[in-house]
């Protein structure tokens, strides 16, 4: 099992031989992270003590970084470090309030990574990697998507994933075959 969790960190290492300190929201931040995530995610991982299988690529989505963006700020300009704003938002409150949408879709999951103190991608992926809870989320099939921010050492990783309603499936909505039940918290 250690093994296992050496050679997925030898992995993120082996990705990326120098440190990466472009900005947040630059195409080369942006491409080194789906490579890491995606490298990771196609191979599998143990975290902790439960394999995690490979999983399908995520892509960027502009409005997961906007929220992860937001939060990033938030935490170090009042000097704080939780998934919690200091105005009691969730990540689910921000995320949605970023644009990431849950209506109209047929299945929402989100989830969020945060860190603090590293310097650069390679180490801040090797961290989310050695914390059982961050890798899964790394690694979990229902996130199809992922925005990435850095804001003077702490970092925030949004992913999302949702699953629209085939045509055969609007067609039965829209005539008004086929209702729709929520089962999430109230709408935002």
Not at 43 to 50: H, R, S, W
Not at 108 to 129: C, H, K, L, S, T
């Amino acid at each position: 099992m250690r093994r296992l969790i050496l050679s997925c960190l030898f992995m993120v290492l082996f990705l990326s031989s120098k440190v990466y300190s472009q900005q947040t929201g630059t195409p080369e931040f942006k491409h080194e992270f789906l490579k890491q995530i995606n490298h990771v995610r196609e191979t599998g991982c143990t975290c902790g003590t439960i394999y995690m299988p490979p999983a399908p690529p995520l892509t960027w989505n502009d409005n997961l970084e906007k929220a992860a963006q937001g939060h990033a700020w938030d935490m170090s300009n009042n000097n704080y470090f939780s998934h919690t704003s200091r105005d009691g938002r969730s990540m689910e409150d921000r995320i949605v309030f970023a644009g990431y949408i849950f209506k109209g879709f047929k299945s929402f999951a989100i989830g969020e990574n945060i860190a603090f103190g590293q310097n650069d991608i390679n180490e801040v992926m090797n961290g989310w990697i050695k914390s059982p809870g961050h890798c899964k989320n790394l690694l979990n099939p229902q996130f199809k998507e992922v925005g990435v921010a850095e804001n003077h050492k702490y970092w925030v990783q949004d992913f999302g994933g949702r699953q629209s309603f085939t045509l055969e499936q609007q067609r039965e909505i829209k005539s008004g075959q086929l209702k729709l039940v929520s089962t999430s918290s109230p709408e935002h």
